[in-house]
């Protein structure tokens, strides 16, 4: 069966304090991992897409890296603006999204 | 560039009503994919039309049902409203093939009585 894992469930930064986001994952013949940001209310935004073991993407103070079971959004030196769930979803049949983890960046 | 569209932003029906929910998809796109979103939880996929076909379907019961249009968009209907169908529905365009990345539109907030 198809399982998206994030943690933490809820992160509270300090502006400027770097961290990682996790997202674990089983599924059957992996065509793709994504990641999305959504604000309150809104729809998912989205940022990365990942398809093999040892990729990274970066954009911004983002960067995503994928491997055979696992991948990391790093925030680094977060702002205010940063704030906001960040979704990880895989792809095999459909799109299977994690609960997303709840990033909170203090000025 | 027109981005991904969805009508109503927000709904509020009773039990057993019925509903409709529509979506345009980004300029270029063939492929919407429609999801539901409960609170505090990630985007469940209810069904996904490609050329006026549904092309592939969630574990979401029959009451779900939707078409696509030949200008690519899309309406969700759901019929014999529940409470638990309380939700933020989203509706996602994409290209063609099941690899490419979709992006969401903003989401109709769809409350039952």
């Known amino acids: 069966e198809d399982q998206v894992t994030q943690s933490p469930e809820a992160l509270r930064l300090q502006e400027g304090e770097s961290s990682s986001l996790n997202c674990s994952y089983t599924v059957s013949g992996l065509r793709g991992l994504f990641w999305y940001r959504q604000d309150p209310g809104k729809g998912p935004e989205f940022l990365f897409t990942?398809?093999?073991a040892g990729e990274e993407k970066e954009k911004e103070r983002l960067k995503a890296t994928l491997t055979k079971k696992e991948s990391f959004l790093h925030i680094t030196a977060p702002k205010p603006e940063d704030s906001a769930t960040y979704l990880c979803?895989?792809?095999?049949?459909?799109?299977?999204f994690g609960t997303g983890t709840r990033l909170t960046v203090i000025p | 560039d027109a981005g991904v569209t969805q009508s109503p932003t927000h709904l509020i029906k009773t039990r057993g009503q019925q509903v409709t929910l529509r979506c345009s998809p980004k300029s270029g796109h063939d492929t919407v994919s429609w999801y539901q979103q409960a609170l505090g939880q990630g985007p469940q996929f209810i069904f996904q039309?490609?050329?006026?076909?549904?092309?592939q379907r969630g574990n979401f019961p029959d009451r779900f049902s939707g078409h696509q249009f030949p200008n690519y968009s899309s309406e969700l209907n759901v019929n014999a409203l529940l409470l638990g169908d309380s939700a933020l529905y989203l509706c996602a365009s994409s290209l063609g093939g099941i690899q490419e990345t979709q992006y969401f539109g903003p989401g109709t907030r769809l409350l039952v009585l």
């Open positions: 039309y490609y050329e006026e076909e549904e092309r």
């Open positions: 979803a895989v792809r095999a049949n459909n799109l299977f």
């Open positions: 990942l398809y093999s």
